[in-house]
């Protein structure tokens, strides 16, 4: 019977050591099945997560942030315990004692599981990390069998803080924060070494869910969660009762809740300046480095130049659009219901409106609640003081018609508070309607020398059209083109005192004749090239442009970077190809600098995340700058070396001809600056487009204004509506950054030339029409030849030698008192075509 037994109990022995035997190589040969091909867990060694790339003013201010995952890299040594005691309360007790998975936790998730109590995943925060970087989500035994061998592998390669570092900088929870540092900026604006427990035991809630643990809109089911991990931390000693008992009692507070300012509060809105960072910076590096490289970007702006750049264009827009006296508003509404039930600011909320303005005051974002005969009643977002919100009958006086014809209950509308000041200062006057102008434009201010972009705006307001009209808005440059058709004449052997014929010309082209004309609708007669480009002679340049030939005219723009291939039509010397603001600025910069070639540049340095340095914009040599000292009095000197577009006496005759155009030309009632400035006008056949371009000593500054689908802007100009938009940025550019003479270059001298005839004057003579212009030394100065451009003349033509048509005569002092008068106009009756007078 005993031997029976014990046969029995041997047996089964033999067949349990058997199964146990077979079960171990089941499992051995399965582990060793999915354990091959598995990624290496070496490469966690050098981990570097997408991170944040930021762009800092000038003046170390954040300016914006990219990002796809918003994620702030911090080493787990700066993690404070108390997070980490948080997360691993959660989500792994264990953590410090197991290899990579817990046998224990899974059984008792499956004890408790089995029991019908709380179904929860027995994943250790090792396998979190392998599923996070190296697995896919799937829930399947493979990939669970997978997780388990890499957990144990990775734990035989780093160790536990290393691992615990790629989970809290990996995890994903909500609201875009990846990583626990961007997740308490998020949700308390405050680093990791301000969280309470209360906090700390809030961030970790939301792996679990994060969409499922809102602090608003899941408030009741947050709380449970929090307050459960709160208890866990108490159990596992890192709270003791005390704080444990008044830490759960704390409510659940948060950005989300209005409870925190968002740290977003702090940073200026994004506008085209970071946008087209973001857009040249892509291209250089590839998106996936700048959305994810967690660069360190040092822009050019100067944030004051900005706003003023800003300010100077709407305000040009907003005067157009006021004097069309069409009200648009925004074009978008509420229900007026929402005004009776009181949800009308989470409505107003979700409306998509520009909310980014800034003229004179701040711009509001309101609806219409009561229409009045004689005042128009508003509920307004953030309820700014002063109230009521009330706009009376004046204030539309610009607009047709009266408040019920242009408003309805529900329109949302933009509202700013008028004061008595014109910057937003001084007494409250009333509450007054804007609108968003439909016309639109783009302005640019740069250093001439160093090619840093102080200044840009691409529109009215980026949040109503993020579409930059300063760099990727390509339209006619009319006019102000025409600097580069007289810089290939000077450089062509022509001087500021040669004569070209002012006079209608015929030109056959494949679609007909076509027959340009003068803004004037009048012609001159010969004429010096400085007047052509101070008057902006259509007739002249086109005459001058066919006598240097369009060949030579085009290879210029495009040396200059204005095109990259022109077509050598003599319309485009007319300024009829499209180009951008961004170039024409850079291009004209490289007149004021001396004819230097510059490189327009929105960014002066990028490092990566280790603070490398992997562009710089300034090549320039300083050799001074590697020394330990320099003499007392003495600065670094540094050598430029760029390359030369122009000949730099060429660049100072052109420049001082464009100094005539804001002196006594189309520019000269709208830009009167306390320095040298030279600049061109421009405006496209039917008034399409309008154009300023100018330059001091050391800025350059451009603006252009049109509709975004080409329309005549009716009675604007270059001058009129352009130019007052230069003044304003450049009258606080000079007080801030200077101006002065521009540079004379060696090589040269004066000779004083009647600026309407072209006539050589003694050096004693002054008065108004006298011009000192400069000659090459070794070349003595041509007079008397004329320069018609091979176009055929007709009979006589009446000539206008002044723009008012008066006498063509011009009168000069000469130093001894005597009065001389220069002979007037030639006519046309003995002349033929050719090409040299």
């Given amino acids: 019977m005993i031997r029976f037994i014990l046969g029995f109990f041997g047996s089964i022995f033999s067949w ?67 997070v980490k005691q948080a997360f691993i309360s959660a989500e792994d007790k264990n953590f410090y004692t197991h290899k990579g998975y817990d046998p224990r936790g899974m ?6 599981a089995a029991r019908g109590g709380r179904l929860r995943g027995a994943s250790t925060i090792t396998q979190q990390v392998m599923k996070n970087f190296l697995l896919s989500s799937d829930r399947s035994a493979e990939r669970k069998i997978k997780e388990l061998i890499l957990a144990a592998r990775l734990e035989q390669t780093l160790d536990k803080e290393a691992i615990l570092a790629l989970y809290l900088n990996e995890i994903f929870l909500g609201q875009n924060s990846y990583g626990v540092t ?43 969660r929090r307050n459960f991990i709160l208890k866990e931390m108490y159990e596992n000693g890192y709270l003791d009762e005390a704080a444990y008992l008044s830490e759960r009692e704390s409510p659940i507070r948060s950005v989300q809740g209005d409870d925190f300012e968002s740290f977003r509060a702090s940073m200026p809105r994004r506008d085209y300046f970071t946008d087209e960072i973001r857009r040249q910076l892509s291209g250089r590096f590839g998106e996936e480095e700048f959305f994810g490289g967690g660069l360190t970007i040092r822009a050019t702006q100067d944030p004051e130049m900005q706003d003023l750049a800003a300010a100077s264009l709407r305000k040009a827009l907003e005067d157009y659009d006021r004097a069309r006296s069409t009200w648009r508003g925004t074009g978008k509404t509420i229900d007026p219901a929402t005004l009776d039930d009181g949800t009308w600011e989470d409505a107003l909320a979700s409306t998509k409106v520009a909310r980014d303005i800034w003229l004179e005051n701040k711009w509001h974002v309101g609806v219409v609640d009561a229409i009045g005969d004689a005042e128009l009643t508003l509920r307004i977002e953030g309820n700014p003081e002063p109230a009521p919100h009330v706009v009376p009958r004046d204030d539309i006086k610009w607009v047709r018609g009266s408040f019920r ?33 439909e016309v639109q434009g783009g ?3 740069m250093d001439v020398n160093t090619g840093r972009v102080i200044a840009m705006q691409g529109g009215f307001s980026y949040e109503h059209s993020v579409f930059n009209r300063a760099t990727q808005a390509t339209r006619q440059p009319g006019s102000s083109f025409k600097p580069f058709v007289y810089a290939a004449a000077l450089s062509s052997g022509f001087s500021p005192a040669s004569i070209v014929i002012d006079a209608p010309i015929e030109v056959q082209t494949g679609a007909g004749v076509w027959r340009p004309k003068n803004a004037s609708n009048q012609f001159y007669g010969p004429t010096p090239l400085r007047t052509g480009i101070e008057r902006s002679r259509n007739l002249m340049t086109v005459r001058l442009a066919q006598e240097v030939g369009m060949d030579t005219v085009a290879r210029y723009a495009e040396r200059f970077g204005v095109y990259d291939d022109l077509d050598p039509y003599l319309a485009n010397a007319l300024g009829s190809s499209e180009t951008t603001l961004f170039q024409m600025v850079s291009a004209y910069a490289m007149f004021a600098n001396g004819g230097e070639r510059v490189e327009p540049t929105l960014v002066d340095r990028v490092q990566d995340r280790w603070g490398r340095t992997i562009y710089r914009h300034d090549q320039r040599d300083c050799e001074d700058c590697r020394a330990a000292r320099l003499p007392e009095g003495e600065a670094p000197q540094i050598t430029s070396n760029r390359e030369r577009v122009m000949d730099g006496i060429t660049a100072y005759q052109l420049t001082s001809m464009m100094q005539g155009v804001v002196q006594r030309g189309t520019a000269s009632g709208s830009v009167r600056l306390p320095v040298p400035t030279a600049g061109k006008t421009g405006t496209t056949n039917d008034t399409k487009d309008v154009w300023f371009v100018g330059f001091t000593s050391n800025i350059v500054a451009g603006c252009y204004i049109g509709f975004d689908r080409p329309r005549s802007l009716g009675g604007a100009s270059g001058g009129g509506t352009c130019g007052p938009v230069f003044q304003r940025f450049m009258k606080e550019a000079v007080e801030k950054y200077g101006g002065g003479k521009f540079k004379l270059p060696p090589g040269g001298h004066f000779v004083k030339i009647d600026r309407y005839s072209g006539a050589r004057l003694p050096d004693s003579a002054s008065g108004p029409h006298v011009v000192a212009e400069y000659f090459r030394d070794g070349e003595e100065p041509i007079f008397g030849v004329v320069f018609d451009g091979g176009f055929a003349m007709s009979s006589n033509l009446p000539l206008f030698g002044r723009e008012d048509g008066g006498e063509t005569g011009t009168q000069v002092e000469t130093s001894t008192g005597e009065t001389k008068v220069i002979p007037g106009k030639a006519n046309f009756g003995s002349l033929s075509s050719g090409g040299l007078y």
């Fill in 16 to 82: 349990l050591t058997l199964a146990a035997i077979m079960g171990g190589l089941t499992i051995g040969a399965i582990f060793w099945m999915y354990g091959r091909g598995l990624p290496s867990t070496e490469q966690l060694e050098n981990y570097q997560p997408p991170t944040i790339s930021r762009i800092y003013s000038g003046q170390g201010r954040l300016m914006d942030e990219f990002a796809r995952e918003r994620r702030l890299y911090t080493p787990a040594a700066e993690v404070p315990a108390l």
């Fill in 107 to 112: 059984v008792a998730a499956a004890v408790e």
């Fill in 182 to 224: 961007a997740a308490a900026q998020t949700y308390f604006n405050k680093t990791l070494d301000r969280l309470a427990p209360h906090e700390a035991a809030m961030l970790a809630a939301m792996p679990k869910a994060p969409s499922d643990y809102h602090p608003v809109r899941n408030h009741d089911r947050l709380l449970n």
């Fill in 405 to 437: 014809d242009n408003f309805e209950r529900g329109d949302i509308v933009h509202v700013r508070a008028m004061t008595t000041g014109d910057d937003g200062t001084g007494d409250f006057m009333r509450w007054s309607l804007r609108q968003v102008p």
């Fill in 443 to 445: 302005f640019m201010a």
